[in-house]
């Protein structure tokens, strides 16, 4: 079956560097998502890997190695308006979205 | 300014009602995606459609339905069928239905009394 894991919740603190790791197994690989949800609101798109290596984009980066099935977002320079949950998602080979249930990060003063 | 709208951001309904969700966009798509979020689980998809006139179920399609009569347009029909409706309903939208980004409506919380 499809599937994607990654941390239900965690917690850092303001200024910091945190990491949040996803893993997936899914039938073809067509690239994989970050999206940020608020709460009560609508994901927004944070990152697309589909080469194994780091993008960097402001604060935050993405890393992918096809060869683990490992996805990871880092996050530097914490704010407080970063809480939020961090949804991972893999396009498989027929280029439906499969997500991770989502991780709460929790920025504590 | 391009985007996405859902309405209304909160629904109520009673039990065994048919309620239809209104999603539109501006951005010259042509695919878009209905989902649903349940705390502490993954988006689900209902349906999506890639063109006008042509849609397909996603995993969960029992007891919704939707229409695609227009590109701008894809509202999605949650019958009596449906057993637990009560959901946040998420709509989407992206160039093509490949690998491209999808671009998510403020969603619709539909309560089921």
């Known amino acids: 079956g499809q599937n994607i894991d990654q941390p239900t919740e965690m917690t850092a603190t303001e200024g910091a560097i945190v990491q949040i790791n996803c893993t997936y197994q899914?039938?073809?690989?067509?690239?994989l998502f970050w999206y940020q949800q608020h709460a009560g609101e609508a994901p927004t798109f944070l990152s697309y890997?589909?080469l194994d290596g780091l993008e960097e984009k402001g604060r935050f980066s993405s890393f992918l190695s096809r060869s683990k099935g490992y996805s990871y977002l880092l996050l530097k320079e914490l704010q407080m308006k970063d809480s939020a949950s961090y949804l991972c998602?893999?396009?498989?080979?027929?280029?439906?979205?499969?997500w991770g249930a989502g991780t709460k990060l929790i920025i504590k003063p | 300014d391009g985007g996405i709208t859902q309405s209304p951001k909160y629904l109520f309904r009673k039990e065994g009602q048919n309620v239809t969700l209104s999603c539109e966009q501006n951005?010259?798509?042509?695919?878009m995606y209905w989902y649903r979020q349940d705390p502490g689980q993954g988006l689900r998809l209902i349906y999506y459609?890639?063109?006008?006139?042509?849609?397909q179920k996603g995993d969960i399609a029992e007891g919704y339905s939707v229409s695609r009569e227009k590109k701008e347009s894809f509202p999605l029909t949650v019958t009596s069928a449906q057993k637990n409706p009560t959901a946040f309903y998420l709509c989407?939208?992206?160039?093509?239905?490949?690998?491209?980004?999808?671009?998510f409506g403020p969603g619709t919380r539909l309560t089921v009394l």
């Open positions: 989407a939208s992206s160039r093509t239905g490949e690998a491209d980004t999808q671009y």
């Open positions: 951005l010259n798509h042509d695919a």
């Open positions: 459609s890639q063109i006008v006139n042509d849609f």
């Open positions: 899914t039938s073809g690989f067509n690239g």
């Open positions: 890997n589909v």
């Open positions: 998602a893999a396009l498989d080979s027929n280029y439906q979205l499969i």
